[in-house]
């Protein structure tokens, strides 16, 4: 679900994760991005929120199954 919310509201998805400061950051770059460019820097945005989603998944998985 996370991932789907990533393609709207990139900072938010973000800011489910846990990492609440990259999120400030994110959303005070992308708001301007998107009013300015008309939405073209959108994709980038939606890629670092994926990235941050997969690397929040893949730390979670390693702390339950002991660090491997």
């Known amino acids: 679900m996370n991932y789907v919310l990533a393609l709207f509201l990139p900072p938010l998805s973000i800011l489910l994760t846990g990492r609440w400061v990259v999120?400030?950051?994110?959303?005070?770059?992308w708001l301007p991005a998107i009013l300015v460019s008309g939405g073209l820097g959108h994709p980038i945005f939606i890629l670092l929120a994926w990235i941050i989603i997969y690397q929040a998944r893949d730390d979670r998985r390693a702390r339950i199954t002991g660090g491997e």
């Open 23 to 29: 999120a400030i950051v994110t959303f005070l770059i």
